[in-house]
């Protein structure tokens, strides 16, 4: 698994975004696809680096970094605060293979050993339980249940929050 930056060539994996059902709802991914709309989505994630709010990494396999396979930021909004969440989806056909989990280990071990930041954390709709083994699987435990916390189409949802400390936080996990 490698992690890098949006490129050029990535429209391919945005208009893959762009078909799945969930993934528009909670990202600015475009609802409906153009090569225009593609292209706007890749530039937002270079200024956002550029501007210091976060980091959008596309995830792909080692070998074939060219062939983004998802997704996966870390968002600095509450950086004044010490903390910061994360965000992750994969094309459909990339799942099943908890490559969002090593994705998610890998900005973990970013975020705390690279940036110092010492706390992180995402949300989880409780009917995600994939996203929730994956939130899991890199060392996140459950803190709170937040009602009607994400406005995700239109509707104020119910998330289950997700944390992880760099106290506590191994870099072998
Ligand atoms: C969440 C997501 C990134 C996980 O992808 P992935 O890395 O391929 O995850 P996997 O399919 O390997 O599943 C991870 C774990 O959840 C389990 N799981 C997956 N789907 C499940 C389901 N419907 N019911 C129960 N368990 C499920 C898997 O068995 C696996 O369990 P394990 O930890 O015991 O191995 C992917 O499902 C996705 O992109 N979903 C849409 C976008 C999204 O929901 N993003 C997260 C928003 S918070």
Redesign the pocket.
């Known amino acids: 698994m490698v992690l890098r930056p949006y490129a050029p060539t990535d429209l391919s994996l945005i208009r893959q975004g762009s078909a799945?059902p969930?993934?528009p709802t909670?990202t600015s991914i475009p609802a409906i696809y153009s090569d225009a709309e593609g292209t706007a989505f890749i530039e937002r994630q270079h200024e956002r680096a550029s501007g210091g709010h976060g980091f959008s990494f596309v995830i792909a396999e080692h070998g074939h970094a060219g062939v983004g396979l998802?997704s996966i930021g870390l968002w600095l909004r509450e950086i004044e605060s010490g903390r910061a969440s994360i965000?992750?989806?994969?094309?459909?056909e990339?799942?099943?293979?908890?490559?969002?989990?090593?994705?998610l280990r890998a900005v973990v071990a970013y975020a705390f050993t690279g940036l110092s930041i010492p706390r992180l954390h995402?949300?989880?709709?409780p009917w995600?339980?994939?996203?929730?083994?994956?939130a899991?699987?890199a060392g996140f435990s459950r803190e709170a249940f937040l009602r009607g916390w994400e406005r995700i189409d239109d509707e104020q949802r119910d998330v289950d929050c997700y944390v992880l400390l760099h106290q506590e936080w191994s870099a072998g996990e």
């Open positions: 799945d969930y993934i909670f998802g965000g992750y989806w994969l094309s459909s990339a799942r099943g293979r908890r490559l969002a989990g090593w994705a995402l949300f989880v709709e995600n339980v994939a996203s929730a083994r994956t899991e699987f």
